[in-house]
């Protein structure tokens, strides 16, 4: 069974400046899809970047980007220039690319902006 | 921004009562999921669709039941709703096997 790890519970930045965000996993597959999603206090859950195991490229998306490794099976998230409406938990989550399409969240990470 | 919707957004009831979780999408997607969220914790998968007439349990073991009689439709329902299962239920959608999960805004439920 795949397993997704989130080691940093709370992390703080300040307004403008950049944080990354750790998310390791465990697979024994080799084609699969990475997420980040964002879930504010509202509580629902944002998708803020996907990645694809068999794209070398990271995936960005404005002041998102990750850092996909793959033999490190590792997916950091990269927040440039923080926001005030960043503040909110993120949870990884891994998928198998194989029939099911069911998603494996980390733990979360509780990011705090302070101004 | 997806379209998938969640009634009640916020439930207090008493122990014993039956309720229905419901959920909604108008985005034509073939699969939907629950999923379970104590506060501050990951999300448990406790049931998923992959059509009409299509149900199976997920990873978390859950009292819940579900139903999927038509393709935007995904309701959940406890017969008989205690104290444990006090919690956030997310509903989320997608299209085909590749596709990215879309998550409503969740039920919060509380029973007292």
């Known amino acids: 069974a795949q397993t997704v790890t989130q080691s940093q519970p709370e992390m703080s930045v300040q307004e403008a400046e950049t944080v990354t965000l750790s998310c390791t996993y465990d697979t024994s597959e080799s084609d699969y899809y990475l997420f980040w999603y964002k879930q504010p206090p509202s509580r629902q859950m944002i998708l803020v970047i996907r990645q694809e195991a068999y794209k070398q490229q990271n995936a960005t998306e404005n002041r998102f980007s990750v850092n996909f490794q793959k033999a490190a099976k590792s997916f950091s998230l990269k927040i440039s220039d923080s926001q005030l409406g960043d503040a909110a938990m993120y949870f990884c989550a891994y998928r198998s690319a194989g029939a099911g399409n069911m998603l494996t969240f980390g733990g979360g990470t509780r990011l705090m902006v302070k101004p | 921004e997806a379209d998938i919707y969640q009634t009640p957004r916020y439930l207090v009831i008493g122990t014993g009562k039956k309720i229905t979780l419901e959920c909604s999408q108008t985005m034509g997607h073939d699969k939907m999921y629950w999923y379970q969220q104590d506060p501050g914790m990951e999300l448990h998968l406790i049931h998923y669709?992959?059509?009409?007439?299509?149900?199976e349990k997920g990873d978390l073991s859950s009292e819940s039941t579900v139903s999927r009689i038509r393709t935007e439709h995904f309701p959940l329902t406890l017969e008989s709703a205690r104290p444990s299962h006090t919690s956030q239920y997310l509903c989320?959608?997608?299209?085909?096997?590749?596709?990215?999960?879309?998550f409503g805004p969740g039920t919060r439920l509380l029973v007292l």
């Open positions: 669709s992959y059509g009409v007439n299509s149900t």
């Open positions: 989320a959608s997608s299209l085909g096997v590749s596709e990215t999960q879309y």
